[in-house]
């Protein structure tokens, strides 16, 4: 059984870089087949699709955030992480990281985390 | 970008009841790759249907997929206890991939 969890600070000041990794348990990431992507959901509101990354490193981001986003992976680590740079209040949301399957969508997911985007 | 708007917002059922959810995309799905994904409070998103029609591992029968093109629609057929949740429609042909705003199943 796939799992997978997301780590990382809690808050972060307005203009920093918000950073979060997920960690891969019970399965490689380096084993193929999947993306490994970021999801996040504004408090009381709807998903959005971030990013994705291949184990190879090829990455695929949603335009409207592709100017303040990385995304990169460790395979060493079964790691992925996201950067999300300049961010506001707007930021401020649940980041979940999913697994983005053979059937090409989201079939597991982090239990998510809260990042909160204040002075 | 395609839009998916999901109705109603809200759906008032009782449990027993059978429940219908729409999901209406701006333009042609790809493929029909839309997906059906259950969220209770607190909690990730659960994968509910793939490919329009198709059920994810584990997912009861009551839950089934259908449409194509625009439209897409996601039923329970009788409703547990458990089910009473918000539900998000995805489309996953087109970067990027976007989801409806979500329609909320309450107990009557």
Known sequence: ?119 | EIVLTQSPGTLSLSPGERATLSCRASQSVSSSYLAWYQQKPGRAPRLLIYGASSRATGIPDRFSGSGSGTDFTLTISRLEPEDFAVYYCQQYGNSPETFGQGTKVEIK
């Open chain 1, 1 to 119: 059984q796939v799992q997978l969890q997301e780590s990382g600070p809690g808050l972060v000041k307005p203009s920093q870089t918000l950073s979060l990794t997920c960690t891969v348990s019970g399965g490689s990431i380096s084993s193929g087949g999947y993306h490994w992507g970021w999801i996040r959901q504004h408090p009381g509101k709807g998903l959005e699709w971030i990013a994705y990354i291949y184990y190879s490193g090829t990455t695929y981001y949603n335009p409207s955030l592709k100017s303040r986003v990385t995304i990169s992976v460790d395979t060493s680590k079964d790691q992925f992480s996201l950067k999300l740079s300049s961010v506001t209040a707007a930021d401020t949301a649940v980041y979940y990281c999913a697994r983005r399957g053979s059937d090409y969508v989201f079939d597991y997911w982090g239990q998510g985390t809260l990042v909160t985007v204040s002075s």
